[in-house]
């Protein structure tokens, strides 16, 4: 009998173009890929193990998917990912429902695991995770036709002092350009238009293999392809923007005016505990030439509250700080205390319920801000994705350029009448808060 794989992904985009690839390698083994987990007879959890939450989430999934043992047609329960890179010995050892592990260096062993786990063998692959896809593997998608993600490195340098990136995804090291390219022109004739560039610090591309910062030349050549009509970038570190990179994010007509540079925090004593580069004037310096250089772009960041020490004026001055800067796009997380990070040994952690709390009260001030950012899209022209249609409000749902998908705003578009996939010019003419309503299709 052919095993029928589900594959269950958690955490970010890193992680679910990892399972693609394994989608890929199954797909090509012979394996047939399933949608529901009570029809497999093998299930791999894509884990994440970035913060506490990640880390609970990660471990519920894998006993509520656990009991298919019993209920379903389970018979091999496999996790990868951040989780097992990081508590392998842990993992095998509390939860014998876990029937083998691989690591986020190793998943291209998978159809490996996934036999010798069948045979009751209980197989571990998690080595140094020193894997950058380099070599052409096969990727089966699961987002939407006409948008996805590419790897563009992997692991950090950077070494901030609360993350563990580094101790699950390794030192950073920079996929080739002509791998990325190859990866494109595959993905531009599967009917790709939308391209995000995704790292855990995409403007260090480059450095380690070629010298230099090489971003601003990769989205040039990645817009290039043919059948590519945008190109998004995605955690962009604001140690290394560079002025080559704003001049081609400014000038480049199919590079999305959009930028996803998370900050973590304003306040120059908690930059530096943090271990981030610049500081105060440094951002707003950086984010005004963005401006400048940039007209109309759309800025998201994220921020960290309830860091180690972060006292109650530096949290009035981080909320002073995303009222002037106004960030179109604006994520909030409670600091997680990760052991064997530096931060996890700082004197001075916070409560969790004053962390909860100061992340609440920034978030009112982003809504705030962004019912009013909002608004200054009311009469353009814009671009639009079309991504889903509503039947019974006879509208269409998508996102123009300002917005990535998944976690950003929507337009509203009524005066149906395209595919969806398709790229529409649209006059909008309400805003919402996070959301934008259209006119019609122009």
């Not at 030349?217 to 140690?239: C, D």
């Not at 909002?374 to 994705?385: E, N, T, W």
Request: net charge negative; with cysteine.
């Amino acid at each position: 009998m052919t095993e029928k794989v589900k594959i269950v992904t958690l955490g970010c985009e890193k992680n679910l173009v990892d399972s693609e690839i394994m989608s890929g390698l199954i797909d090509a083994r012979g394996y047939s890929l399933v949608e529901r987990e009570e029809d497999a007879t093998v299930i791999i959890v894509n884990t994440c193990g970035f913060i506490d939450a990640a880390k609970e989430e990660s471990v519920n999934t894998i006993l509520d998917l656990a009991e298919l043992k019993e209920t379903g047609r389970l018979k091999a329960l496999i996790v990868s990912g951040c989780l097992t890179q990081r508590y392998k010995q842990e993992l095998m050892e509390e939860m014998p429902e876990i029937d083998g592990i691989v690591g986020t260096g190793d998943f291209h062993y998978i159809n490996q695991i996934v036999d010798e786990a069948l045979k009751g063998k209980r197989p571990v692959f998690v080595g140094n995770p020193v894997f950058n896809y380099e070599e052409k593997l096969p990727r089966k998608l699961t987002t939407a036709s006409y948008t996805t993600y590419i790897k563009i490195a992997e692991g950090c340098d950077n070494n901030c002092t609360f993350c563990s990136i580094p101790i699950m995804r390794g030192k950073f090291r920079s996929r080739s350009m002509d791998s990325i390219l190859e990866e494109a022109e595959l993905l531009a004739g599967q009917g790709v238009k939308e391209i995000s560039l995704i790292a855990q610090d995409s403007t260090n591309y480059g450095t380690d293999l070629y010298g230099e910062y090489k971003l601003a030349e990769l989205l040039h050549k990645v817009s290039q392809v043919e059948g590519i009509h945008w190109v998004r970038l995605h955690y962009a570190y604001p140690g290394f923007f560079t002025d080559e990179l704003i001049d081609e994010i400014a000038n480049n007509p199919r590079v999305c005016k959009y930028i996803d540079m998370p900050l973590q925090h304003s306040e120059d004593a908690v930059l530096k505990r943090m271990r981030r580069p610049g500081r105060n004037r440094d951002i707003r310096e950086l984010i005004a030439r963005i401006r400048d250089r940039i007209p109309g772009v759309s800025l998201r960041t994220s921020l960290i509250v309830g860091f180690p020490g972060e006292t109650e004026e530096e949290f009035a001055a981080l909320c002073d700080f995303v009222r002037e800067v106004k960030f179109d796009r604006l994520g909030v997380f409670t600091y997680s205390k990760e052991e064997d990070t530096p931060a996890s040994r700082l004197p001075n952690q916070l409560d969790e319920d004053v962390k909860e709390w100061r992340a609440n009260t920034l978030m009112e001030v982003q809504r705030q801000v962004a019912d009013e950012t909002s608004r200054k899209y009311i009469g353009q022209v814009l671009d639009v994705l079309l991504e889903q249609y509503d039947g019974r409000s006879d509208v269409y749902i998508g996102r123009s350029q300002y917005d990535a998908p998944e976690i950003d705003g929507e337009v509203y578009v009524t005066r149906p009448g395209s595919e969806i996939g398709d790229i529409v010019k649209v006059r909008i003419t309400h805003a919402y808060e996070y959301d934008l309503s259209g006119e019609g299709v122009l």
